[in-house]
């Protein structure tokens, strides 16, 4: 059963342009998520979270936008740059889950020059 | 330098014997946790530990084992009873906002 689905295993775009990561999720408890960036053969590392009590944060060129009512959140990265070129994972948590992580399949961007 | 490690980098274990992965942070975090990657898969939660000596399995717990003895540590066991144990072994501990710091990896084939 997988809760937290990113549906395209890679995205190509241009340097300069508009990046956008897509996840759904099914479990109506997941109140808090998070947005991972991992290189080959290394620890992912934390890029930026939202809260269930808001549909957008900002940090930088990188924004996610929540759509709860769709259980839809999304990734923007503006402008891209070739060293974004990494595999973004989407995770998901609740409150009493002792922050256990649910991750999703990730997505393989690539940034051309 | 504050971090989280894991060692060694590169494990080769042959078939039926258990081998521990090493997991070390000194960020002071109360809760720690194991996931494995597999190719095209997310990471997936094998256990975890929100406080020392106290652990909870996670989604994929058959065939591993932990223990949190000290705040710092948390290692784990490979055993000969997990099916499929080759895999990119993650190790992350997390801080109060909610945020997961990971370490490097350790990459387990068995042969």
């Known amino acids: 059963d997988q809760q937290v689905k990113q549906n395209s295993p890679s995205l190509s775009v241009q340097e300069g342009r508009i990046s956008i990561l897509n996840c759904d999720y099914t479990?109506?408890?997941?109140?808090?998520f998070l947005w991972y960036k991992k290189y080959p053969a290394e620890g992912p590392t934390f890029l930026i979270s939202i809260s269930s009590i808001k549909d957008k944060n900002e940090d930088g060129r990188f924004t996610v936008f929540l759509n709860k009512s769709a259980k839809h959140l999304s990734l923007h990265i503006v402008p891209s740059q070739p060293g974004d070129s990494a595999v973004y994972f989407c995770a998901a948590t609740w409150g009493t889950s002792g922050s256990r992580l649910t991750f999703g399949e990730g997505t393989q961007l690539t940034v051309n020059p | 330098d504050g971090g989280i490690t894991q060692s060694p980098k590169y494990l080769f274990r042959k078939e039926g014997q258990n081998v521990t992965l090493s997991c070390e942070q000194n960020?002071?975090?109360?809760?720690m946790y194991w996931y494995r990657q597999d190719p095209g898969q997310g990471l997936r939660l094998i256990y975890y530990?929100?406080?020392?000596?106290?652990?909870q399995k996670g989604d994929i717990a058959e065939g591993y084992s932990v223990s949190r003895e000290k705040k710092e540590s948390f290692p784990l066991t490979v055993t000969s009873a997990q099916k499929n144990p080759t895999a990119f072994y993650l190790c992350?501990?997390?801080?109060?906002?909610?945020?997961?710091?990971f370490g490097p990896g350790t990459r387990l084939t068995v042969l």
């Open positions: 530990s929100q406080i020392v000596n106290d652990f």
């Open positions: 479990n109506s408890m997941f109140d808090y």
């Open positions: 992350a501990c997390r801080d109060n906002n909610n945020e997961q710091f």
């Open positions: 960020l002071n975090h109360d809760a």
